[in-house]
């Protein structure tokens, strides 16, 4: 019999009836317990001991008292309440068992679906042909008009053109595109030394909220250097578009926590170093990237 879910073990009447056991008893009763539950069936006198997880030594001093417990037959342990017990959830399951076939022969002689051996009914036979069909009469049936608009009211007509107004006549000038570099892939490319914002960047920022105060690009060649000399070591793909956006945010972001960069790189990587006006102005560091093969 396969292993049951679940095993009935009143506490109280437990106690009761071992109240006497000592701390090694009570673990092998309950262990022999476990077993005839998980196996459905008397436990053999030849491997009681191992089953109780007890040498042959240890076993000789607990077995006349868990004895008391089990009705001995000469090869085999029964024990009356677990076997009672299994009897129930045979039963159980055995009743279970037939409903399910007998739901599942239930189902199996129902046919599959009744034809219908009379005549169509009124509507039936109007669900069987369009509406526009000219066998049907009634005159709600047909709708010669194909113009929808004749068909509103007055006062729809109105409201659909006042939902729907007519088209701008000088819309604004879309942004102008420009095509990608020549390491692009896909629109997308990598950003490189050379790179710069395309000649409206100051008045795109602007449409993305940004705005740009300072020299007529919006940037210094310092600011541009450090930006490009970052995200050239990323060898991240984005659009045209998406490098002027990161590079609008980065100069906003810079000049909002100080007059001028704090020396940290784009996305908080670095340490804060203190900047002079000389240090700033000083471009020599861009000669020795450079040198170094990064620019």
């Known amino acids: 019999m396969a292993a049951l879910p679940y095993m009935q073990l009143y506490i109280a009447d437990y106690l009761a009836d071992t109240m006497h056991l000592s701390t090694e008893e009570h673990g092998a009763y309950l262990l022999l317990m476990f077993n005839y539950w998980q196996t459905g069936k008397p436990l053999p ?17 607990v077995e006349q008292t868990l004895n008391e417990f089990f009705n001995d037959t000469g090869t085999e342990w029964i024990h009356e309440r677990i076997e009672a017990d299994l009897e129930a959830v ?5 009743q279970r068992s037939e409903a399910g076939k007998a739901s599942a022969m239930k189902r199996k ?4 679906s009744r034809a219908s051996t009379g005549p169509a009914t009124t509507v039936e036979r109007s669900l069987q042909r369009p509406l526009n069909d000219p066998s049907n009469k009634r005159s709600t049936n047909i709708d010669t008009d194909i113009d ?7 006062h729809t007509q109105n409201a659909r053109a006042q939902n729907f107004p007519p088209p701008i006549e ?27 914002p395309d000649p409206d960047f100051q008045r795109r920022a602007a449409l ?10 919006g940037y210094t060649a ?9 995200w050239a070591a990323e060898g991240k793909f984005f659009h045209q578009t998406q490098w002027e956006q990161k590079f609008s945010r980065h100069l906003v972001q810079c000049r909002a926590s100080a007059s001028r960069p704090t020396g940290r790189l784009p996305g908080g990587r670095g340490q804060p170093n ?21 620019l």
């Open 109 to 112: 002689s129902k046919p599959a």
């Open 170 to 196: 000088n819309p604004p000038a879309a942004i102008p595109s420009y095509p990608p570099p020549a390491n692009s892939s896909g629109g997308k490319f990598v950003m490189t030394a050379d790179w710069e």
């Open 208 to 217: 993305w909220g940004r705005t740009l105060d300072g020299p007529a690009p």
């Open 222 to 230: 310092a600011e541009l250097a450090e930006f490009t000399a970052y």
């Open 90 to 94: 045979k039963a159980k399951q055995m």
């Open 148 to 154: 929808i608009d004749t068909d509103l009211k007055p």
């Open 274 to 294: 203190e900047l002079t006006d000389a240090d700033w102005n000083d471009t020599t560091w861009a000669d020795q990237l450079r040198d170094e093969g990064i």
């Open 45 to 61: 006198k030849s491997r009681l001991a191992k089953i109780a997880r007890l040498s042959n030594e240890r076993w000789t001093t």
